[in-house]
């Protein structure tokens, strides 16, 4: 494989690590990158370079999991491998794994329901335009319309009411394009939350039901992963993880300043170039 491909596995794994996360929608920056500019499928093959798209993906998942490890650990009961033990076990009130649960189930099962359909309606240019666009309005609306004084600073003062609100309005995120932390992070802040305690939630949620959906797409496109593609896949997956750890953090510490408004007007932005350059 060329240097010049392994080169545009490291630039696809960029853009899958800074938006993946962010309110913003990397499928729609995939599009701008991807579809218009690397154009991946000429040489790997539309059924490859969506497997490298799903395992780009996995890459930006590891990452989470190592920003927010201690959190995994107390909610899997792993307390003895925590180097925050004695601060986990005393806690009475603190974020459960039900919490998560409840959260994920409406958007799991509508996903499982409609899973068919969305890929094979949803996944076009323009649909992810719209997804962009109404997702965009939807966050503008949620920091408008947030209460002015929050009432949950952190994730441990989630309830199930606001895990399974949240839950749904995530599934709107379905729609390519919408952006699953979008939706969530704007869901969070209208029941109450901070900021950063929806945005710490969202990214919680995000790795069983990423992992979970990557998987399952991973399972029915492995003819695909093949050997001449290795260095190709290996590369972007490093490169997401790189990236995804590096804007992770700094998200986390930007929401609480900047809130969501920003991120809205830069997808309108990116609403408007797609447009441009696609049609």
């Known amino acids: 494989m060329e240097i010049i491909e392994l080169l545009k596995a490291v630039i696809l794994g960029l853009v899958e690590g800074l938006t993946e996360f962010a309110p913003v929608s990397s499928t729609g920056h995939m599009i701008l990158v991807d579809d218009m500019w690397l154009r991946s499928t000429e040489f790997l093959g539309q059924y490859t370079a969506n497997t490298f798209k799903i395992v780009i993906q996995l890459g930006s998942i590891l990452a989470v999991t190592i920003v927010f490890k201690d959190r995994f650990i107390e909610l899997l009961g792993l307390y003895r491998l925590s180097k925050k033990r004695t601060y986990v076990v005393k806690k009475n009130n603190h974020l459960k794994l039900s919490h998560v649960i409840v959260g994920l189930i409406p958007a799991g099962v509508l996903g499982l329901l409609f899973e068919d359909f969305i890929d094979e309606h949803l996944f076009t240019t323009k649909t992810v335009l719209i997804g962009l666009l109404i997702g965009a309005l939807f966050m503008i609306f949620a920091d408008l319309a947030r209460p002015k004084t929050p009432r949950i600073e952190s994730v441990d003062q989630i309830g199930y009411k606001q895990a399974f609100t949240v839950g749904l309005i995530q599934c709107l995120s379905l729609w390519p394009g919408f952006s699953r932390s979008g939706a969530t992070i704007s869901g969070g802040v209208l029941t109450g939350m901070s900021h950063r305690a929806a945005s710490d939630f969202t990214f919680i949620m995000a790795v069983p039901i990423m992992a979970g959906a ?31 750890l590096i804007s992770i953090r700094f998200f986390l510490k930007l929401i609480n300043r900047i809130k969501l408004i920003p991120f809205a007007i830069y997808r309108i932005v990116l609403v408007a170039v797609i447009y441009f350059l696609y049609f």
């Open 214 to 244: 990557s998987g399952l797409s991973l399972i029915k496109n492995w003819q695909y992963f093949t050997l001449d593609a290795l260095p190709f896949f290996i590369v972007g997956f490093i490169s997401a993880f790189i990236f995804a």
